[in-house]
Nanobody, 120 residues
Framework: VQLQVSGGGLVQPGGSLRLSCAPSGRVFSINSMGWYRQTPGKQRELVAAVNSGGNTNYAHSVEGRFTISRDNAKNTVYLQMSSLKPEDTAVYYC???????????????WGQGTQVTVSS
């Protein structure tokens, strides 16, 4: 199973982008899903996460501008990014804590990174 990410790209300051992420194949269960980002020379940081109950948490720097959501029927997580700032420029990674089959334990999976560049 791989997490497939779509979205990202170049946007002007104040603009919006939406990222989406979903497993490439069937999975038994997904617990939490989230988005992280990383810039050169820095550690990967949590941007936003949502658990199976729909509870969300955000990095302070994106609160009020980013919205994470999930469609459980599609096993898909979204990150709607608005009022983007140059400091949001980073490679964004999707993460999901999931069970591939009922006999396996929950494991963390990562999607390929997608570049988000905020620049005029």
């Amino acid at each position: 199973v791989q997490l497939q990410v779509s979205g990202g790209g170049l946007v002007q300051p104040g603009g919006s982008l939406r990222l989406s992420c979903a497993p490439s194949g069937r999975v038994f269960s997904i617990n939490s899903m989230g988005w992280y980002r990383q810039t050169p020379g820095k550690q990967r940081e949590l941007v936003a996460a949502v658990n199976s109950g729909g509870n969300t948490n955000y990095a302070h720097s994106v609160e009020g501008r980013f919205t994470i959501s999930r469609d459980n029927a599609k096993n898909t997580v979204y990150l709607q990014m608005s009022s983007l700032k140059p400091e949001d420029t980073a490679v964004y990674y999707c993460n999901a804590d999931l069970k591939v089959t009922m006999f396996r334990s929950y494991q963390a999976y990562w999607g390929q990174g997608t570049q988000v560049t905020v620049s005029s």
